[in-house]
């Protein structure tokens, strides 16, 4: 089993900074991506951003530029710094980390954080 714990969400004006955190606990697979999704209130949740263990990189295309996402392998921990937020970067942010084995597919969701983008 996995525990991830999420912080670093909050209000922030139009043109702001935010920087999430998201420390993952328990049986971690040493290969494994821990990715960021949001979800707006009657939208789909959409990636915004996933890392490998490696170090490779995947961003939703609204975010590219503004988001960067990195992560600390000794910590089992993953950050999303976002920059120059727009209202419509307002969601909930879960964490997520997705593993697998030979036999079997995992992926395990943080409780989300509120990201409000508003003057």
């Known amino acids: 089993q996995v525990q991830l714990v999420e912080s670093g969400g909050g209000l922030v004006q139009p043109g702001g900074s935010l920087r999430l955190s998201c420390a993952a606990s328990?049986?971690?697979?040493?290969?494994?991506?821990m990715g960021w999704y949001r979800q707006a209130p009657g939208e789909q949740r959409e990636l915004v951003a996933a890392?490998?263990?490696?170090?490779?990189?995947n961003y939703l295309d609204s975010v590219k530029g503004r988001f960067t996402i990195s992560r600390d392998n000794a910590k089992n921990t993953v950050y999303l710094q976002m920059n120059s937020l727009k209202p419509e970067d307002t969601a909930v942010y879960h964490c997520?980390?997705?593993?697998?084995?030979?036999?079997?597919?995992?992926?395990?969701w943080g409780q989300g954080t509120q990201v409000t983008v508003s003057s």
């Open positions: 997520n980390l997705d593993q697998r084995n030979l036999w079997k597919h995992y992926t395990y």
């Open positions: 890392i490998t263990s490696g170090g490779s990189t």
């Open positions: 328990g049986s971690i697979f040493s290969l494994n991506t």
